[in-house]
């Protein structure tokens, strides 16, 4: 039987050593890889990659990819997160802690240049 395990979506960024200090002192990531133009972090069993664009004309890399992607994590212990967040100023305007329609717990924040991560948790557990 075949079980996808998980996933390391790849956010665009303007400047990859700014980011990976955001990502770093806001979100609490650490940098497993930095090279050029890439970056891999991880925070317990999460992996984002982080990749440069900011290269006008090079399919791919073009500057107003960065900030066109999101994900969403599932965590445990979204309150102590949500908190910890909140004290680093990230968590997005519109997206403070709540209770969705779907069953999940949620909240989002937006990284230095517009990427959305949300967290979220199983109704209930909150």
């Not at 960024?13 to 990976?20: E, L």
């Not at 999460?46 to 073009?62: R, Y």
Request: charged content about 20%.
């Amino acid at each position: 039987m075949t079980t996808l395990v998980s996933a390391t979506p790849a956010m665009p960024v303007r400047d990859v050593p700014r980011a990976v200090v955001f990502y770093r002192e806001k979100l609490g990531f650490l940098v497993v890889h930095q090279d050029g133009g890439c970056a891999i972090v991880r925070r317990d069993g999460v992996e984002i990659k982080l990749w440069e664009a900011n290269s006008p004309g090079t399919p791919g890399a073009e500057p107003h990819l960065a900030g066109s992607a999101w994900c969403r994590v599932v965590v445990t212990g979204l309150r102590e997160l949500y908190a910890e967040l909140q004290r680093a100023g990230v968590i997005h305007p519109n997206g403070p802690l709540k209770s969705q329609d779907w069953g999940v717990d949620d909240f989002a924040t937006l990284d230095l240049d517009g990427n959305l991560i949300g967290f979220y948790e199983p109704m209930g557990t909150v």
